[in-house]
């Protein structure tokens, strides 16, 4: 009880408004001596706690032939080890007043629970035991099997516009992993097996390939002693692999693909050009392309939507997006959603003609400032949400970024210059290296 | 298990005191609106919450889709600025402004930085007092909102609901889409979107609260500004209306490999003295997390689903007690069967004094890591004053869990657990499953 008490008294000191005003000034950062990082993001306003811990493995590690392997194995680690039951780790957060959950990418694979600042301690002690202690049963798990299947049933299956993108990715990418949908295909998924997530436990669950990310009501040299009692006596994996996946080839064919299904209520076109992500020490180019995205089709002020929507009036909707955050090259996409009586053809057409008039004219110097002023402004408002923050570094970090990136990346994006920006346009719309999809509606067939 | 039993004990034994330092600031306005606060300055902007009670519920007969129509629209052009002059407005002072609906309520979300409040407000004043509804745009938004409609159509999840919501209410607003149809959204004119913001946006209906970096008397000194030229009044609210519902299972065919279902009964209505007792029995039998029992009988223990939830509904006017689940077509009957097994066992049986324990060690320490951030905080402020609490609830209401014993668990699952009335509305091609 003693201890609960005192940190009682430090929340109460530090209700006072003595927030840091930058995120900088709430992040500290550690490493143990068995190569686990630490980042700790301070935030004294509620007595909670976000605990995460990220693995520097996702679908996109897996090995050929177990598409879903790491997906199912973020499953099965709620499913006990030598010291707790099946279930139990997640009872023990309940009991705690408390929330866990976890979540699996390309990139990373993530665990967190969500608890009252003083329970830092049980949750660290649990996520330690489940690095390395996982206990199951050859056949237990077959029903756990079952459950992402209906996952992709539910994700996947009953979802067009998600088969859609499925077979959009894989046309994207030639030969790297991201080809391959997180939760798997459904073909190689019904035969995971426990070997299978086994062998992907054994090979990147370690210190040294992982991420430890503590944000809330904490003080940095508490989380660090706390990190060492329960992570620090975990050894080093020395077999960790180089984490180097297949990469593209050149691309030199465009590809066009249509879906069609009965189900789609709403045929739009949607087109991805490989693009370059964010690296460490080398982010203008990506922060280029996130202006621009955000200059074509980020709110409805920008081009795609003012010439298409408001002023033409032949889309419902059209826009841009990208996310410079990923280990590996990504993708900048423009979709067209056709207004009625508008074909997919002509809405691709459409598309084309704006953006090459874009190219033309060049960036709307107000509109930039806009969209400037709004991304310092996101700095103040991020503030509010640890959660997102914690996030922010966990998928950095296991994205092959630094801090010091994460932290250089929005005066990165205040600096970027309109020719950057349209001198980026014109690097990444190549059409030979990019997807065109039409989804469409099928036509039902009377037998 | 040892080593764990002993430090869980120990943090079980620590979790009863734990308190967010919610302090709530009640301010009345010289005009008489209403609003609770939660000064927090440290990060340099508000987060402010309207809710006009009634929604798309006050939806006049053969006006079905004008009061959602009209909410969509209040971000397309207000005052001397037309739809794209007042984007780019709110966008140059990095404000936001979400206008959304439901059956029971029109919610206004706003976020604003400190440095330019004033300005934010005007934006936000004019959008709520005086929106232009520009024919260009209401085609414009029309053609958006047919559109979700159309793939609403064909989404799975949306027809289940559309359908139960039928079966239950018929007429009654509750039992058609707050969008409305193709039909009834071409026929509305610009005279209906008028009407629909004259009797939807009134000053006697009207919630507030906010969080953030703002002084109680600077909220105060808003409001009439805010919302002191709304009307008084508005449309009437809709009427109650009984939900009743026989044992049985309602098949719409629908070409997916998974079924989705949903199910459900009468619910407890909010101000219920039993609502509490309600609230931690579902949370025993279906509330969220894995440990729930119909997450460890469907998911856990036999893998027909990904997710199985159930949860109350008081709504304004009808309470529901509803559940979810999605199985694949040749497995959808089991989940059904387990579903109802376990309705029945609890109905019958109550919970155990463990199971009770658990749950409240739960529901009591999750609850003060709500309030954290300003925009959640804000939002829990509107909620507790529609709900009719008081501000003090924040303190009492983790008493009012622990108090609950395992007899009034008994009682109530008696009393609202209905095995003779659970009805399942299932989309897709259940195998199994006869309507």
Partial sequence: ?447 | MKVFGSLIAFMLLAAAPLRAEIDITEVTSPGGINAWLVQEESIPFVALELRFKGGASLDLPGKRGATNLMTGLLEEGAGDLDSRVFAERVESLAASFDFDIGDDAVSVSARFLTENQDEALALLRDALIQPRFDQEAIDRVKAQVVSVVRRDAQDPDNIVGVAFDKMLFGDHPYGSSIEGTEESIAALTRDDLIAAHKGALARDRVYVGAAGDISPEELEGLLDTLLGELPATGTPQAADVEVSTEAGVTVVPFDVPQSVALFGHEGISRDDPDFFSAYVLNEILGGGGFEARLMEEVREKRGLTYGVYSYLVPKDNAALYLGRVSSANDRIAEAIQVIRDEWTKMAENGVTEEELATAKTYLTGAYPLRFDGNGPIANILVGMQMDDLPAEYVNTRNAQIEAITLEDIKRVAARILKPEALHFVVVGQPEGLDS
């Fill in chain 1, 1 to 447: 009880m003693r201890r609960f008490l005192a940190l009682a008294g430090v929340c109460l000191l530090a209700a006072a408004p003595l927030h840091a005003q930058t995120i900088e000034d709430q992040v500290t950062s550690f490493q143990l001596q068995n190569g686990m990082d630490v980042v700790v993001i301070e935030d004294n306003r509620v007595p909670a706690v976000v605990h995460m811990v990220w693995y520097r493995a996702g679908s996109a590690d897996e090995q050929v032939g177990v598409s879903g392997v790491a997906h199912f194995l973020e499953h099965l680690l709620f499913k006990g080890t030598e010291k707790l039951a099946p279930g139990e780790f997640s009872q023990t957060v309940k009991a705690n007043g408390g929330t866990d959950n976890a979540f699996t990418s390309y990139d990373y694979t993530a665990y967190f629970q969500r608890v009252a600042a003083d329970r830092l301690g049980l949750m660290m002690e649990m996520e330690a035991d489940r690095m390395k202690n996982i206990q199951l049963d050859r056949e237990d798990i077959l029903t756990e099997r079952d459950v992402i299947i209906e996952e992709r049933n539910q994700r996947v299956e009953n979802d067009p516009g998600s088969l859609f993108r499925e077979q959009r990715m894989a046309a994207q990418y030639l030969n790297h992993p991201y080809g391959t949908p997180i939760i798997g295909w459904r073909h190689e998924m019904v035969n995971l097996d426990l070997d299978d997530a086994l062998a992907y436990y054994q090979q990147f669950y370690s210190p040294n390939n992982a991420v430890l990310v503590v944000a809330g009501d904490v003080q940095p040299d508490e989380v660090l002693a706390l990190a060492q009692q329960h992570y620090g006596p975990i050894p080093r994996n020395e077999a960790l692999p180089e984490r180097v996946r297949p990469s593209e080839p050149p691309q030199m064919a465009e590809r066009r693909i249509t879906f069609s299904d009965p189900r789609v209520a709403q045929p739009y076109v949607m087109r991805t050009y490989l693009a370059p992500e964010r690296d460490s020490g080398d982010q203008r180019k990506a922060a280029a392309l996130t202006l621009l995205a955000e200059v074509l089709g980020g709110s409805q002020t920008a081009v795609m939507p003012q010439k298409l929507q408001f002023e033409e009036k032949r889309a419902v909707y059209a826009g841009a997006f990208y996310s410079g955050l990923s280990l590996d090259d990504t993708t900048f996409g423009v979709v067209n959603v056709p207004a009625e009586g508008v074909s997919l053809e002509e809405a691709e057409a459409d598309m084309d003609r704006v953006i090459a008039e874009f190219l033309e004219t060049g960036v709307d110097l107000t509109q930039l400032d806009r969209i400037k002023f709004q991304l310092r402004a996101s700095q103040v408002y991020e503030l509010d949400n640890s959660d997102s923050l914690a996030r922010r570094y966990g998928a950095a970090l296991t994205s092959g970024l630094t801090i010091d990136d994460v932290h250089e990346w929005p005066k990165i994006l205040q600096s970027i210059t309109p020719e950057e920006i349209i001198a980026a346009a014109e690097e990444v719309f190549d059409r030979e290296n990019a997807v065109t999809g039409f989804l469409r509606k099928a036509e039902e067939v009377t037998q």
